[in-house]
């Protein structure tokens, strides 16, 4: 009987001591729990890399618009050269200021070169559209009449120039030039002439340039 109250106490004493050991033992904490800590992913962004060869690109494509543009810009360059080449002799050259004394005699020769060249051209951008005269033959005449006299011109001149020009001035825009012309040459029958004439030239100034407005020519000697 005392072997089995033995037995009996020595299983209650194994019960106590289970549980007491049981209620000591700490929780599972939340970190402890694989499911309850998710993983953390850092995701990589792609790293940006420029190629080598962009620049290089990029320098061919601004070279070949250099390139269709430099034919259009040689283009407008010729055209300027072509434009500023067709400016009419009647004006000084731009930047160039010269004396109404000066201006008038400067134009008064190349006026006498135009004529031993046959270059009427020069001489029509130099008269005035309401241009009158009178001619060494004592005719009145337009500026159509002299363009047509001009042009129609067969003599052979070896040399031609003016000789004493004198200028008289009239206020800014009015000038008058008085002077001899002389010429030498072969008329269009095998001649050979001398001649000189005298004359009075007005010029006018308008819109910044000289025009011969008005003109009387006289023959002093000729053979």
Request: aromatic letters at 6%; proline letters at 4%.
């Amino acid at each position: 009987m005392k072997f089995i109250m033995s037995l009996l106490a020595v299983a209650a004493l194994s019960l106590v001591t289970s549980a007491f050991a049981q209620e000591e033992s700490p929780a599972a904490t939340p970190a402890d729990s694989p499911a309850e800590n998710p993983s953390t992913t850092i995701e990589e962004k792609p790293s940006t890399t420029i190629s080598a060869e962009e620049p290089k690109a990029q320098k061919k494509e601004e070279k070949a618009a250099l390139k269709k543009e430099e034919p259009a810009t040689q283009k407008e360059q010729s055209a300027a050269s072509k434009k500023a080449a067709a400016v009419t002799t009647a004006a000084p050259a731009p930047g160039k200021k010269m004396s109404t004394n000066a201006a008038l005699k400067d134009m008064e020769n190349r006026f006498a070169m135009a004529i031993g060249k046959h270059d009427a051209a020069s001489i029509d951008a130099m008269v005035a559209e309401d241009y009158v005269g009178v001619t060494s033959k004592n005719k009145m005449e337009s500026r159509r009449s002299m363009m047509s006299q001009l042009k129609g011109d067969k003599d052979t001149y070896t040399s031609n120039k003016n000789e004493k020009l004198d200028v008289r001035a009239f206020g800014k825009d009015v000038a008058v030039v008085v002077g001899m012309y002389r010429e030498k040459g072969t008329g269009k029958d095998g001649k050979a002439f001398d001649r000189n004439f005298r004359f009075t030239d007005t010029w006018m100034s308008r819109n910044g340039k000289w025009q011969l407005i008005a003109s009387q020519v006289a023959l002093v000697a000729g053979k």
